[in-house]
């Protein structure tokens, strides 16, 4: 990827970046392309997977895959069980 000269608007394309563990993902305005890169050796980073993309793109969005989400149990204070206690759960509720 060439260096990247900044545009006066902000609403314009431009490069973005997403770093999951030692991945790195850039998008590529310039050519339409999302490239992966491997940050394993961080003396040589390496290209592993590029993809030309349907439109420019302008933003990136990642969701890593470490850590599972929380159960939706789990996010609102349920027990082991799966049941919320009810003082816990009327005040969430009531504050909403």
């Known amino acids: 990827m060439r260096a990247w000269v900044e545009s006066e608007t902000w609403q314009d394309e431009r490069p973005a970046l997403w770093v999951d563990g030692k ?3 850039v998008t ?3 050519t339409k392309k999302l490239i992966a890169v491997s940050l394993s050796n961080p003396v040589a980073p390496k290209e592993i997977m ?10 990136i969005l990642g969701v890593s895959s470490s850590k599972p989400a ?4 789990e ?3 349920a ?3 799966g049941s919320a ?3 816990a759960s009327a005040d969430a509720h009531e504050s909403h």
């Open 23 to 25: 991945t790195a993902y």
């Open 28 to 30: 590529n305005p310039a």
């Open 50 to 59: 590029s993809v030309e993309l349907p439109k420019v793109p302008n933003e």
């Open 70 to 73: 929380p159960v939706e149990a």
């Open 75 to 77: 996010a609102h204070g």
């Open 79 to 81: 027990d082991a069980h």
């Open 85 to 87: 206690s009810s003082s």
